[in-house]
């Protein structure tokens, strides 16, 4: 079984900071591409930011410049640092992951996080 638990939203002033983090664990045996998705309410979900094995990152146009997305492979965790956030960005963020089990190594599954709250408010 295979779990992706977010960590680290809350509430944030305007212009204010926050890092996301999101442990992957599990009868893990690699994890390939990860990204961050973000649904505020009464709207659809967003790609945010993602992240290759590699280490490559793309980002959406919204976020270019104030958002970094990186992983830590060891740790099977990949982090969204925030900064200069705006109330706009007020949305729960969920991560995400393709991966590989030890017992299908060679079949890549999309997993999904339950999801942390992000409130930019005053």
């Known amino acids: 079984q295979v779990q992706l638990v977010e960590s680290g939203g809350g509430l944030v002033q305007p212009g204010g900071s926050l890092r996301l983090s999101c442990a992957a664990s599990?009868?893990?045996?690699?994890?390939?591409?990860r990204a961050w998705y973000r649904q505020a309410p009464g709207k659809q979900r967003e790609l945010v930011a993602t992240i290759t094995s590699g280490g490559i990152a793309n980002y959406a146009d919204s976020v270019k410049g104030r958002f970094t997305i990186s992983r830590d492979n060891a740790k099977k965790t990949v982090y969204l640092q925030m900064i200069s956030l705006k109330p706009e960005d007020t949305a729960v963020y969920h991560c995400?992951?393709?991966?590989?089990?030890?017992?299908?190594?060679?079949?890549?599954?999309?997993?999904w996080g339950k999801g942390t709250l992000v409130t930019v408010s005053s």
């Open positions: 995400n992951a393709n991966i590989t089990t030890m017992e299908a190594r060679y079949r890549v599954i999309e997993y």
């Open positions: 599990g009868s893990i045996f690699s994890i390939y591409a």
